[in-house]
């Protein structure tokens, strides 16, 4: 059985702890395009970290 979060709509494996979103590998703990989850946003000016905006603020 596949991990949907490694192989989604990619067509092919992430690394381990990134999701696939649009055909692309993304970290979900750091990407401020996809905090935490695919296409969860960070407000401008805040960071992601540990899957989770402005964790550190």
Known sequence: MKNKLNYGKCGKKC???LMCWQGKCVNPSSD???C????K???KG???EYGLC???N
């Open 46 to 48: 805040s960071s992601c």
């Open 36 to 39: 935490g989850r695919c296409n």
């Open 15 to 17: 690394n381990y702890s």
């Open 54 to 56: 402005s964790y550190a």
């Open 41 to 43: 946003k960070c407000s």
């Open 32 to 34: 401020k395009r996809h």
